[in-house]
T-cell receptor, first 113, second 111 residues
Framework: DVKVTQSSRYLVKRTGEKVFLECVQD?????MFWYRQDPGLGLRLIYF???????EKGDIPEGYSVSREKKERFSLILESASTNQTSMYLC????????????FGAGSRLTVL | DAKTTQPTSMDCAEGRAANLPCNHS???????VYWYRQIHSQGPQYIIH???NNETNEMASLIITEDRKSSTLILPHATLRDTAVYYC????????????FGTGTSLTVIP
């Protein structure tokens, strides 16, 4: 079964800490995405990547950065976590061609105290 | 990409058909309609997609109006496990365009 795996389901961090959220997919997909999800706001795109070492800003990139050194791994980085970054973070991937369907991970719920 | 409009919430009796509407009146000719659902505390899951013709798979049916300005996702025999938030998205596949999820419809299947 194809998979997108997010390394942590639940994290609790303190304000100012550097936070790494890791996402790995085993489907050889070119495209990977990071979303955050907040009540009443739906899913909002933070960053996406169409290839190794490539990245594009989504709608809400402020306070975040990303890294894609290998095709299967896309990392979201919070350089200095703040309480307003408490959220559910969702990683997804898709392949060019066919239906171009997104496959999501289970999500990482981050709480910043 | 065109935006979509969905009702905020709906109820459906267990065993009955659940019909979830989506309005996409500004859809362009090469945009597909995709449906995803998200069960509580999980990532969204793909259900079905289509361009013009009605589509059916093991999970659901998708009915797209002739003018393509709206569509309906049909879960033919809703079960309690179908309780979820359902998202309708329109997008041109295989482009750099984003997937806009919006806030979806929260479907509650009632025993």
């Amino acid at each position: 079964d194809v998979k997108v795996t997010q390394s942590s389901r639940y994290l609790v961090k303190r304000t100012g800490e550097k936070v790494f959220l890791e996402c790995v997919q085993d489907m050889d997909h070119e495209n990977m995405f990071w979303y955050r999800q907040d009540p009443g706001l739906g899913l909002r795109l933070i960053y996406f990547s169409y290839d190794v070492k490539m990245k594009e800003k989504g709608d809400i990139p402020e306070g975040y950065s990303v890294s894609r050194e290998k095709k299967e791994r896309f990392s979201l980085i919070l350089e200095s976590a703040s309480t307003n970054q408490t959220s559910m973070y969702l990683c997804a991937s898709t392949q060019w061609g066919s239906a171009n369907v997104l496959t999501f991970g289970a999500g990482s719920r981050l709480t910043v105290l | 990409d065109a935006k979509t409009t969905q009702p905020t919430s709906m109820d459906c009796a267990e065993g009955r058909a659940a019909n979830l509407p989506c309005n996409h009146s500004t859809i362009s000719g090469n945009e597909y309609v995709y449906w995803y659902r998200q069960i509580h505390s999980q990532g969204p899951q793909y259900i079905i997609h289509g361009l013009k013709n009605n589509e059916t798979n093991e999970m659901a049916s998708l009915i797209i109006t002739e003018d393509r300005k709206s569509s309906t996702l049909i879960l033919p025999h809703a079960t309690l496990r179908d309780t979820a938030v359902y998202y309708c998205i329109v997008r041109v596949p295989n482009t750099g365009n984003q997937f806009y999820f919006g806030t979806g419809t929260s479907l509650t299947v009632i025993p």
